[in-house]
């Protein structure tokens, strides 16, 4: 059995002010083209549908029309919320649309939804597990004895598998959107201060394939059946120089999974672009390339260009941001705290932000004092 894997459409988001709803539509318009020609039988949707809990008409509209496509190419849906949906606007209608074999996770409650497909190698349990926080999960469970709150994104995560009495006999798939320990991020993400949102990948263990969304980057965590595919449009220029792509997973009997990744083709490309301005001005310095294709312009001259923005743009009309990088900007002092924050120490997180609100780093002393302080606290 065949399937797309698809994520983090954040459908309706805005990129530096620029609306990306006409690139989402061009794309969707791709998948629906690869479900057809792969003849997949059915699209896991793992995610961060709309950009924001309370999307616009538009948006809406967007996603009906998406979902009405899939299901009139016969193609099952199996889709969960993401962090920057709303639960409930997710799961409204949710009994009407399973008629059409479109199938949307409901609101946490305890349980996970599991729907039951079958080829010739028997059955598929594909469970749809929706984004959840502790909390989430301890109201869920309020009131049971036998249960212990969970206090953390990991016990939360894994109170939840445990609770779906998996059939290990048969080939199980899980929806779902969390960030797992090890995944690398983009600055397009929530990050979450210190990794407190990670999950070990190890909760997963008794799934065949765990169709995972929240990381903008297609990745494959531990193993490769625990796979982010990753979102379908460049939504930061830290994502510049990635590709962009579909999931496709076939499971055949249980312990054979074939996955491989289909490429996708935006309607316009993000990326980076360096020079002088009269270099990037150059008839010769563009004319081979896509001007429509939103950008990111690094100039190298030492003046800053009067109405830089705007002489550029008469050139690269979606000139999302300007960057100088000369002898004077090289010297300014900047920390970059939002890089990677999910692997540093308490102690380097405070380092960094005492060496912006001070403009010069802890001596060894304070360095001392801080980290006897977090230990004191932990």
Not at 90 to 99: C, D, P
Not at 291 to 305: A, C
Request: hydrophobic content about 35%.
């Amino acid at each position: 059995m065949k399937f797309l894997h698809i994520s983090d459409l954040h459908i309706g988001k805005r990129v530096n002010e620029f609306s990306m709803i006409e690139d989402q539509n061009y794309i969707l318009r791709q998948i629906l083209d690869i479900a057809a020609a792969e003849r997949a039988d059915a699209v896991l949707l793992a995610g961060d549908i709309y950009d924001k809990p309370m999307p616009s008409a538009e948006a809406v509209q967007m996603f009906d029309w998406f979902l009405t496509g899939l299901a009139d190419l016969g193609k099952k849906v199996f889709a969960v919320s993401g962090n920057h949906d709303s639960p409930e606007r997710i799961a409204f209608g949710a009994r009407l649309m399973s008629g059409r074999g479109v199938y949307l996770s409901p609101v946490y409650d305890g349980k996970t939804d599991c729907h039951v497909m079958a080829d010739a190698y028997g059955e598929i349990g594909i469970y749809l597990l929706p984004f959840v926080r502790p909390a989430v999960v301890r109201h869920a469970l309020e009131g049971e004895a036998q249960s212990v709150p969970p206090e953390s994104y990991q016990e939360a995560v894994k109170l939840a598998v445990d609770r779906m009495e998996i059939d290990r006999t048969r080939r199980n798939i899980l929806v779902a959107h969390q960030f797992v320990t090890g995944a690398g991020r983009c600055d397009s993400e929530e990050v979450s201060v210190g990794g407190l949102d990670n999950v070990d990948g190890s909760v997963f263990d008794c799934f065949d394939y765990v169709a995972l969304g929240h990381i903008h980057s297609p990745q494959s965590i531990g193993r490769e059946s625990v796979r982010y595919c990753g979102t379908p449009l460049k939504y930061s220029f830290s994502e510049a120089d990635q590709e962009k792509s579909v999931t496709v997973v076939e499971l055949r009997e249980k312990g054979q999974t074939d996955i491989y990744a289909l490429p996708l083709h935006p309607l316009r490309d993000m990326r980076k672009i360096r020079g002088s301005y009269l270099e990037l001005m150059s008839k010769s310095s563009y004319q081979d390339t896509n001007t429509e294709d939103y950008v990111q312009v690094t100039l190298t001259d030492e003046e800053d260009i009067p109405d830089g923005m705007q002489r550029l743009r008469t050139v690269y009309p979606n000139l999302m941001r300007l960057i100088y990088d000369n002898s004077r900007t090289r010297q300014d002092r900047s920390v970059d705290t939002a890089a990677q924050v999910e692997q540093k120490s308490e102690l380097e997180l405070f380092g960094e932000f005492f060496e912006l609100q001070n403009n010069q780093p802890m001596c060894k002393e304070q360095a001392d004092y801080v980290e006897k302080l977090i230990e004191r606290l932990k």
